[in-house]
């Protein structure tokens, strides 16, 4: 979002490197491979790091700004572009932001503690038109998930055997970096965020493993099965926020 925001002219180089900056203390850049260094001017695999502005330079490259978030795991891979180097990183990653037009996309990774470093692939075109989800019918599919979530957690068990459920998830929703959004950011599309990061949290609390490993194998199984719904509700309505977002930066003539 914050790249579309400054490719269209609605956000300065400065607001999106320190947009950045609670995600990680640093951030470098690097090229997949020797092509895409050469194509780009990025560091090439093993010569010294570049930063976050040589980035930016780099993404000067597409006409409209239309970076396109993706969230894939084992089973849904939508949005990436076909086989290659940039969606294998994404699927390892779990996510990955593609900017078709211009040829690239890129994947974050933490190497270090307070590192997170971004590598930039060479995508070839032509690359598939995005899938389209209005934000209004990802939005009441993640409200039907979340109300559902209560019910989950209790007939998964989860609540009786750890009391302190609730607050684990407000501590972890606490403990996320202090997220900023370029102005203009649509507040439904806002809305949806939250609401994705409180799912998220909830998921991740209904997953963790049960004192003790009291959880046999075929229940953990049920469990897995029983809360992919919610996932999958997070995955789409963030790709739909940021996309709904997108296209508000930097609207297609």
């Known amino acids: 979002m914050w790249s579309s925001a400054w490719l269209a002219g609605s956000a300065a180089p400065d607001d999106v490197l320190d947009a950045l900056t609670p995600w990680a203390e640093a951030h470098d850049v690097v090229a997949a491979d020797e092509a895409t260094a050469a194509a780009t001017d990025l560091p090439a695999p093993g010569a010294p790091v570049s930063s976050l502005t040589f980035l ?10 239309a970076g396109r978030l993706v ?4 089973g849904d891979i939508r949005g990436l572009p076909g086989p290659g180097s940039f969606t294998s990183a994404a699927i390892a990653a779990g996510e990955g932001v ?6 690239l996309g890129v994947v974050p990774s933490p190497i270090a503690d307070g590192v997170l470093r971004w590598t930039v692939h060479t995508v070839p075109a032509p690359v598939p038109p995005a899938e389209y989800v209005p934000l209004a019918e990802a939005e009441h599919e993640l409200r039907s998930q979340v109300r559902q979530s209560t019910s989950l957690l209790t007939e998964l068990g989860v609540a009786r055997h750890r009391p ?10 606490r403990a996320r970096p202090a997220t900023h959004w370029p102005a203009g950011m649509p507040g439904r599309a806002l809305r949806v965020l939250q609401q994705a990061d409180e799912v998220e949290a909830i998921l991740a609390a209904a997953s963790a493993d049960e004192p003790g490993g009291a959880l046999s194998a075929s229940a953990a199984t049920a469990r897995r099965e029983a809360l992919r719904p919610l996932d999958t509700a997070v995955r789409i309505a963030r790709r739909a926020a940021v996309a709904e977002a997108v296209r508000t930066y930097a609207p297609t003539p």
């Open 71 to 74: 969230l894939p795991v084992a």
């Open 98 to 103: 593609l900017y078709g037009e211009a040829g």
């Open 164 to 173: 302190g459920v609730r607050e684990e998830i407000a501590a972890a929703l």
């Open 56 to 65: 930016l330079a780099a993404l000067r490259r597409a006409p409209r700004g």
